[in-house]
């Protein structure tokens, strides 16, 4: 499995510039399987953001559309959606051939009052690509590992989009680690860069992570950033160390 990352500095509160932005990068970027932006990666996260919700086959899921057509691969990133007079931090992966799910996101964050204008989303889900099971997750769910719980192999990998702010990197980059060390999986996050509308600074540290909790790849600036995940290699890491038949 072939994945891009874009490790974004989003512009505030500007979605058609961030669609276009990204849509530039995608058509330098080395082919891949995966393409992922950052959590909110049309608007930023925060203050505002849903003034700018969107109908759930708004323009962003019909660009998310164009893309995946154009260029032969998943997209994957999230925006804020309104769907039944509700509010949903809501993650998608969009087709090539036009089809998409959607993951909305658990656990928002109390700190930043997302918790008072996005409502909860209370379903797990895990999508297959290319033979991989892949479990998706948002920003502040990294925290919380029984959510994310891979209690019966159901997934090979862990994909985070965030807009995780650099005053906590630490725990960005424990946590991933933490998160693919105890789940037997790749971990992946895709965090944005740069300063926000309201000066919240980024520093990114987007990066794969292998089941060993060993850092792949990371990215520094605003970049791209492509990796090959091994799935056989997972297979046999997990034959050797089943370590999962004495979860609690």
């Not at 994945?3 to 276009?20: K, M, S, V, Y």
């Not at 950052?38 to 969107?54: Q, S």
């Not at 769910?141 to 997934?155: A, G, I, S």
Request: proline share 4%.
């Amino acid at each position: 499995m072939v994945i891009t990352l874009f490790q974004q500095d989003i512009r505030w509160h500007a979605p058609e510039e961030n669609r276009r932005r990204v849509e530039a990068v995608l058509a330098a970027a080395p082919e891949s399987d995966i393409f992922v932006v950052p959590e909110t990666f049309t608007t930023g996260f925060g203050e505002g953001m849903t003034d700018l919700a969107e109908e759930p086959e708004g323009p962003t899921l019909q660009w998310a559309r164009r893309m995946a057509a154009e260029y032969d691969r998943l997209m994957v990133g999230t925006w804020i959606v309104q769907d039944e007079g509700r509010c949903y931090n809501r993650m998608h992966w969009v087709k090539p051939d036009g089809s998409y799910g959607t993951y909305d996101k658990a656990h928002t964050f109390r700190v930043s009052g997302e918790y008072d204008v996005i409502a909860r989303g209370r379903k797990r889900e895990v999508f297959e690509w290319h033979g991989w099971k892949i479990k998706p997750a948002i920003c502040y769910d990294l925290r919380f590992p029984k959510w994310l719980r891979n209690d019966n192999m159901d997934y090979d990998m862990l994909l985070v989009c965030a807009n995780w702010p650099g005053s906590r990197h630490e725990a960005w980059t424990t946590l991933l680690k933490a998160r693919a060390i105890e789940n037997l999986c790749y971990t992946v996050g895709c965090n944005r860069c740069g300063v926000d509308g309201v000066d919240g600074s980024y520093s990114g540290n987007s990066a794969a992570i292998d089941y060993k909790g060993l850092p792949m790849a990371e990215c520094t600036g605003e970049e791209t950033l492509t990796v090959t995940l091994d799935k056989e290699r997972l297979q046999i890491f997990r034959q050797h160390w089943p370590l999962y038949l004495d979860f609690d």
